[in-house]
């Protein structure tokens, strides 16, 4: 965990000398964009091998849950929790002292990434995800392109700061290959795990990110994850609309993340053994999921379905609040994952409903362009990252022309919840006095 005595590195610059070492460092960042990307491709392949072995099928989780009946649909995300819960309570404590840090800390700390406990984190998080569990896949993804980072900085030998350059361009590598967002991946690093902008450092952390996305893209041959034509929000009356929802976003935010902690806390003083805890959650999101198969999984799926397809709004409204039990239950029991991907659903849901008010008084407006204005102001909210969530929105659907919107909802959503709630989402895995942990100044 992070040292509150060890010097804070978030007051320096990411590197130093840079002018004098900046072929090295680009160096280095092309070297960790590589070994990133291919540590995302192989957990994904991972993952994908694992769902064809238990379902024997490839068509992806809300799919295979349909297919399943009610009973198995309660037993898979249930055994998931089982084996995940087994793996963090008996491997991970094992005697072994080496720390449990993750990518974020480690960032904060200008620490190594550790090796067995990621790979081990990772285990449970496959064990997690392909079951059922309401969690994302992607944070794992993260954590092992950063500790490839750190992998070559332990090699390299290379002293703190720059081991805390390796592991930042590793994370970037991986949020980049993960979502196809390399400007994103870049901005989440600053904005979300430095707190800043160092101005010397986004060279070398935009070639990572990009030569990731370049990587991934030539082997897997796939495009923006969630491309749509959502067109553009123009009139009076849809940018009041885009306002709303970055305010709901920023009301609902908050709320999202005192359910995550408050559940977290009380799994975390059950005196119950974790992987027990984490059957139990297993098996609530396995009864939801009898109700709606779309509780299975990070919700990328959905996504998709809800920018293309047309919905009912009671269906939609049921399986947001599902959804957000799901995801609750399941990380707030101890799994290991990430909540980007169903921070990234909430907020999609979200937008679609108030997308089918404003059809009301303007039926000419898109559907789909309130979709995606709910995921960045949603994604704003409780990340309280305005530029990562306009920019991760913007890259995964190319959809550009929807920007001013976009920023409208994911300023009104970031500011209003970090009025009312100021730590987002990511505070327990950076320091008390990391800048991120302050409430914004609006006025300069």
């Given at each position: 965990m992070f040292n509150p005595h060890a010097e804070n590195p978030t007051a320096k610059a990411v590197l130093p000398n840079p002018k004098k070492q900046l072929p090295r460092y680009l160096g280095l960042a092309a070297v960790v964009g590589i070994t990133g990307s291919l540590a995302v491709l192989l957990f994904h392949q991972f993952l994908l091998g694992l769902e064809s072995l238990l379902y024997g099928s490839d068509m992806g989780l809300v799919a295979n849950a349909a297919r399943l009946s009610w009973g198995l649909r309660i037993v898979f995300p249930a055994c998931g929790g089982f084996v995940a819960g087994i793996i963090l309570q008996y491997f991970m404590g094992s005697g072994k002292k080496e720390p449990e840090t993750d990518y974020m800390e480690a960032i904060s700390a200008g620490s190594p990434v550790p090796l067995r406990s990621s790979l081990l984190k990772s285990l449970a998080s496959a064990a997690t995800v392909v079951s059922g569990g309401s969690i994302g896949r992607e944070g794992s993804m993260v954590q092992l392109a950063a500790l490839s980072g750190s992998l070559l900085g332990n090699v390299l030998r290379l002293p703190a700061a720059e081991q805390r350059f390796v592991v930042a361009c590793g994370?970037?590598?991986?949020?980049?290959g993960a979502y196809n967002t390399p400007i994103a991946g870049v901005l989440f690093v600053v904005e979300i795990v430095l707190g800043e902008v160092g101005i010397r450092s986004l060279g070398p952390l935009l070639l990572a990110a990009a030569i990731a996305d370049f990587t991934v893209r030539h082997i897997t041959?796939?495009?923006?994850?969630?491309?749509?034509t959502p067109g553009n929000l123009?009139?009076?009356v849809e940018l009041l609309m885009v306002v709303g929802t970055g305010i709901i976003s920023g009301l609902l935010g908050p709320l999202f993340i005192v359910a995550l902690d408050r559940t977290r806390n009380y799994f975390s003083h059950l005196r119950l053994p974790l992987w027990l805890k984490m059957t139990f959650a297993g098996l609530l999101v396995g009864c939801f999921s009898t109700i709606r198969p779309e509780v299975?999984?990070?919700g990328y799926s959905v996504i998709n379905s809800l920018l293309h397809q047309s919905w009912l709004w009671e269906n939609i409204l049921l399986i947001l609040m599902l959804k957000i039990l799901a995801t609750v239950l399941t990380s707030g029991s101890g799994a290991v994952g990430g909540v980007f991907t169903p921070t990234l659903f909430i907020g999609a849901a979200l937008g679609t409903l108030v997308g089918g008010i404003a059809q009301i008084f303007s039926p000419a407006t898109s559907l789909t362009?309130?979709?995606?204005?709910?995921m960045s102001g949603f994604l704003a909210?409780?990340?309280?990252?305005p530029l990562?969530?306009?920019?991760?929105?913007s890259e995964m659907t190319s959809g550009y022309d929807l920007v001013p919107a976009l920023v409208l909802a994911s300023l009104a959503g970031h500011y209003v919840s970090s009025v009312l709630h100021?730590?987002?989402?990511?505070?327990r895995s950076v320091p008390a006095d990391h800048p991120t942990q302050n409430p914004p100044t609006i006025f300069l």
């Open positions: 994370a970037a590598a991986g949020l980049a041959g796939v495009g923006p994850i969630f491309s749509a123009t009139s009076v299975w999984g990070n362009a309130f979709t995606l204005v709910g909210a409780v990340t309280h990252a990562t969530a306009v920019m991760m929105v100021p730590p987002s989402i990511y505070a």
